[in-house]
């Protein structure tokens, strides 16, 4: 069974960093793409960025282009979401995603997806 385990939210103050981690379990096949989304209370869970599965590829939806960085590393079966100058906007659940294909980009019920973990950014 494919299993997503969140981790690294928080709350912080704006202008903080925080490093999430989606930790993949059960993936029989290593060309799996991993993404990271996130979902404000009222709000309709949008992508934030997604690497392929050997790395080489990444992509950052505009709120946080230029302020996070997607990483992963297939040693230890974990993909990082590094956060910088987090604003309040930034405030939501984050949840991460596995599926098959180069960049999953949007939210396919089809996927695996993680728990969520929250970040809370405070003015």
């Known amino acids: 069974e494919v299993q997503l385990q969140a981790s690294g939210g928080g709350l912080v103050q704006a202008g903080w960093s925080l490093r999430a981690s989606c930790t993949v379990s059960g993936v029989t096949r290593d060309d799996y793409t991993i993404g990271w989304f996130r979902q404000a209370p009222g709000k309709e869970r949008e992508a934030v960025s997604c690497?392929?599965?050997?790395?080489?590829?990444?992509y950052y939806e505009d709120p946080g282009k230029g302020r996070f960085t997607i990483s992963r590393d297939n040693a230890k079966n974990t993909v990082y979401l590094q956060m910088n100058s987090l604003k309040p906007e930034d405030t939501a659940i984050y949840y991460c995603?596995?599926?098959?294909?180069?960049?999953?980009?949007?939210?396919?019920?089809?996927?695996?997806w993680g728990q969520g973990t929250q970040v809370t950014v405070s003015s």
């Open positions: 995603a596995a599926d098959l294909g180069v960049c999953i980009r949007r939210p396919l019920p089809t996927a695996y």
């Open positions: 690497v392929s599965s050997s790395g080489a590829i990444t």
